[in-house]
């Protein structure tokens, strides 16, 4: 069986104004996907199409409306404190230093102890941050504040991270060099990982599975198995087999016919 | 450097213009003294100015906490529950409208012409900037902070404690700001209508002696009450939240 495994789950917003209900939204229909312990999958999909509505009821932050959802054969109905999550924005708090923030999920877990510290202090080092555990959010450049998100959402060693176009909004060098930090964490930590792109770049060179959605309602147009070799590097964005990989997700996407 | 130098300057200007309106149309005294009348009065009097400036920055600040103790729980609990928040929150908008300047005699008749009433006053108008900003900081938690919080089930309390009151934070002191300054109004206003101490019973007391010089020296006493107060609140948010943008050193990213 698979470490993670959904099916048909289906996702319908009900629309309301003061006219009365309107036409329901169907913003996931259909989506049946699997995959295992240590892997990294790619949602990959138009901005707006469902994709993070679905990451979000992997998560259990919003309910389904119909299917299951499966991760190492428990049905998700609810958060999971097993689980890490990383936003599209930072989403730091203002009024914590760097380590305090880092720190937060161990205080709600009730973990924060000299241990729970000297990880954050280790995740820290390892995205580059070492030094800055005193400083403050707002003096941190975005990419910083993001590799701050990543270590709060690696610090309760999460068996699964789900990310939601976590770099997204970072310029195209940032968002290259979270790419690469993200690939040494993984190999590090073993984790699986849920990932929610709209860059067939990113999803590709990242992935071992990447799931192409069409536009609303979100359906799952293709299933990408990547195989490129790791350790993946800047060489690798420029091989004839990620070429042809890319070229398959955007005709998946509807952008090449 | 302009900036420790040209509000001096434009203070002295102000002030010579001031002299000289009353030298060059002779107006007398008890209309408007001159600028030098008023700090000789000060001067002369400058005990009575203390111990009634006294009075009226503890019937200030007394009200004032009162509004803070009493406003911040109220908006806690209208923010945290949806009955009470349906059941009082239109009342407490509708009461916002109520001049509370002219419930002052009312609450003099049943407090007296003592402290309580003083307070009461200074209570009732700093109470609703702080009750409808902190209720304003707590309905506005950024949606994925407490998205965070709960996909690590955290507790109500652990939210609120961690994540809400915190952000709401901001909010509170720019609430307290406009309290402090209201609660200077209302302790006056409470002296104005029946009280035999405070500044403002000097004021009203000195006019009615024709003694306009101490009546001014009184006000600027005032004044600089009313921006002493605002600056404890400044310091309280200086202790409080050294992560508000404008009070932290930005680092050029």
């Known amino acids: ?12 917003f009900e629309r309301r104004s003061w006219r009365g209900p309107g036409e329901p939204l169907v913003a996931i229909e ?16 138009p901005s707006g199409c469902g994709k993070t509505t679905l990451l979000r009821i992997i998560a259990g932050l919003i309910p389904k409306s119909a299917g299951s959802v499966r991760i190492r054969g428990e049905e998700v109905d609810g958060p999971h404190p097993d689980f890490g999550f990383v936003f599209q924005s930072p989403n730091l708090m203002p009024w914590r230093k760097v380590l305090d923030n880092v720190l937060f999920p ?41 590799r701050v998100a990543l270590c709060r959402a690696l610090i309760h ?12 909004a970072l310029d195209e060098l940032t968002r290259m060099e979270m790419n690469d930090l993200l690939l040494q964490i993984r190999s590090r930590t073993q984790a699986t990982v849920v990932f929610v792109t709209h860059s067939i770049g990113e999803a590709i060179y990242l992935s071992d599975q990447v799931l192409v959605f069409s536009r609303r309602p979100a359906r799952i147009a293709e299933r990408i198995v990547v195989d490129l070799p790791y350790p993946r590097s800047a060489q690798t964005r420029f091989s004839p087999r990620f070429a042809e990989l890319a070229q398959t997700a955007s005709r998946a996407l509807g952008v090449l016919h | 450097m302009k900036r420790i130098l040209y509000p001096p300057i434009g203070i002295v ?5 001031w ?3 009353c030298v060059e149309f002779k107006i007398p005294t008890v209309a408007l003294p001159t600028p030098w009348q008023v700090f000789v009065a000060g001067v002369e009097r400058w005990d009575l100015l203390l111990s009634e400036g006294w009075v009226t920055l503890k019937e200030t600040l007394y009200g004032f906490l009162l509004a803070l103790g009493l406003g911040i729980p109220i908006a806690v609990a209208v923010s945290n ?10 009342m407490l908008i509708a009461l916002q409208s109520v001049p509370k300047v002219a419930l002052a005699p009312i609450l003099l008749v049943w407090l007296g012409t003592g402290i309580e009433s003083k307070l009461a006053i200074a209570w009732l108008v700093a109470f609703f900037p702080i009750v409808v900003d902190t209720s304003a900081g707590l309905q506005s938690t950024p949606r994925e902070l407490l998205e965070l919080a709960r996909s690590l089930r955290a507790s109500r309390w652990q939210v609120f404690i961690k994540v809400q009151f915190p952000a709401a934070l901001p909010f509170v002191v720019t609430g307290a700001k406009v309290a402090v300054t209201l609660a200077v109004i209302g302790a006056v206003i409470g002296e104005f209508i029946g009280s035999s101490e405070g500044l403002g019973f000097l004021l009203l007391s000195a006019t009615s002696q024709i003694n306009t010089p101490l009546a001014f020296a009184a006000l600027f006493a005032l004044a600089a ?14 202790l409080l939240s050294p992560w508000l943008p404008h009070s932290t050193e930005r680092s050029d990213s």
Request: glycine share 10%; charged share 15%.
């Open chain 1, 1 to 12: 069986m698979s470490f993670g495994q959904l099916t048909k789950v289906r996702r319908v």
């Open chain 1, 30 to 45: 259909d989506a049946t996907l699997a995959f295992e312990q240590g892997e990294l999958v790619s949602l990959l999909g």
């Open chain 1, 106 to 146: 161990m205080e709600i877990l009730g973990r924060r102890n000299a241990r729970a510290k000297q990880r954050a202090m280790d995740l820290l080092g390892m995205v580059g941050l070492e030094g800055f555990h005193g400083a403050r959010p707002h003096q941190l450049s975005g990419g910083m504040q993001q």
């Open chain 1, 157 to 168: 060693e999460p068996t699964l991270l789900l990310m939601d176009e976590p770099f997204g």
């Open chain 2, 13 to 17: 200007l102000t002030l010579a213009l």
């Open chain 2, 19 to 21: 002299h000289w309106v």
């Open chain 2, 81 to 90: 529950s949806q009955t009470l928040n349906l059941m009082f929150s239109p």
């Open chain 2, 225 to 238: 009450l009313g921006i002493l107060a605002y600056l404890l609140v400044v310091a309280a948010e200086w």
